[in-house]
């Protein structure tokens, strides 16, 4: 949601969304392990971290560069991804961390459900009701769609939209902190484990349709229903193959996604 939603406001890809949720892992895990905060009242520092790490990156890397080619704003992306890469590195090197945190498991017939597991996909309809709650229910949410529709129209209408810019920006980068919060209570993780999630987060955009942040949801939902479905029939070496595929074919055939792209 957060990767599309940057797309959505401002044609903006963002090359820096992988490490912004590994960021939120390790928000998770100092934040379970130093400060000894439960990881999901956690999530709300995490949140507001994001948010504002969002609006400084664009301040400072992509506001100067939001109506050049786009070239110049991949750039502009891919550098702060390097940046946090870089001095992640440093502070927490490579190694693989965890929070050992346990919800316990539900049993389903012969499946287990891990807890961490069934609340992170209840936050994620969480979250997801509240940003469209926030897009269409609050004026600064109606100011986001209306600078995302046609700028120069909302900023003679007196939205300010360099200010809308920046919230969105933070917005999208807070909805990948959360992600990445949420992520770290179940799967183990390092400074560089943002990237395959950023990959799967171009392809679910697409699924979703580009600049659909609700759509995003039913097209995380359907890439992870393939994800479990496709080892039951072939070797697991073959999921990103189908999904990469799935990808080229859908841009190919469908650009605007299987829910539609913003208008």
Do not use: C
């Amino acid at each position: 949601m957060g990767l599309t939603l940057i797309w959505g406001v401002m044609n903006v890809i963002n090359l820096s969304h992988g490490p912004i949720i590994a960021l939120g892992m390790f928000g998770s895990y100092l934040a379970f392990i130093k400060l000894g905060i439960n990881p999901y009242l956690a999530l709300f520092l995490i949140a507001a971290a994001g948010l504002l790490l969002g609006i400084v990156i664009y301040m400072v890397a992509v506001h100067r560069v939001i109506n050049a080619p786009h070239l110049s704003s991949l750039l502009a992306t891919f550098s702060v991804n390097m940046i946090i890469i870089g001095l992640g590195t440093a502070a927490f090197t490579t190694s693989p961390y965890n929070v050992d945190f346990s919800m316990g498991q539900i049993q389903i017939g012969s499946t287990s459900l891990l807890g961490t597991r069934l609340i992170a996909a209840l936050v994620a309809m969480l979250v997801t009701g509240s940003l469209y709650i926030f897009l269409y229910r609050t004026r600064p949410g109606k100011y986001i769609r209306a600078v995302a529709n046609n700028r120069a129209a909302a900023e003679l209408m007196g939205i300010p939209s360099t200010q809308i810019l920046a919230l969105s920006f933070g917005l999208g980068t807070m909805l990948a902190a959360i992600a990445g919060g949420l992520i770290a209570t179940f799967f183990p993780f390092s400074i560089l484990s943002g990237g395959g999630y950023e990959l799967k987060s171009f392809v679910i955009g697409v699924l979703g349709g580009l600049g659909n942040p609700v759509g995003a949801l039913a097209g995380g939902l359907l890439l992870g229903v393939l994800e479990s479905i496709i080892p039951a029939f072939m070797e697991a070496s073959w999921v990103p193959v189908i999904e990469f595929g799935l990808f080229i074919v859908i841009l190919l055939v469908k650009p605007s996604g299987l829910f539609g792209a913003k208008k």
